[in-house]
């Protein structure tokens, strides 16, 4: 898996390329959560190029959506590919997180939505 970080505003943004698991899931939560402690708590995950998640790795989506909230802010998901929406589907995860169908749509609607 491979982790990049962008900031917009005051959004942060972290795409993820290649298998979110059990394997590598705390890459993820150290990055994200190290923003969101450091006061950006307005989170945005990039999952264009994100192929499979185990239950490791929604895991660590809830804790970071979690993480997020507790700092009045949010975790977004953008771009997911058919089979990883499944996923979401069959959890009902589809329900808790907002899900945009790319990065530039969450960051605008972080924006609309100014503290």
Known sequence: ????????????ICTVEGD???SNYSELVDLAS?????????V??????MD???SSGLGALVK???KSRLASG?????????EVRKVFELTHLDKIFDIFPEVDAAVAH?????P
């Open 20 to 22: 979110l698991d059990a």
């Open 52 to 54: 499979y998640i185990d």
């Open 34 to 42: 190290a923003e969101i402690e450091a006061g950006r708590p307005r």
């Open 1 to 12: 898996m491979q982790l990049n970080l962008e900031h917009r505003e005051n959004v942060v």
């Open 110 to 114: 972080y924006m609309a939505t100014k």
């Open 64 to 66: 970071l959506l979690k």
């Open 44 to 49: 945005v995950l990039g999952l264009s190029k």
């Open 74 to 82: 949010d975790t977004k998901l953008t771009g997911l590919k058919p």
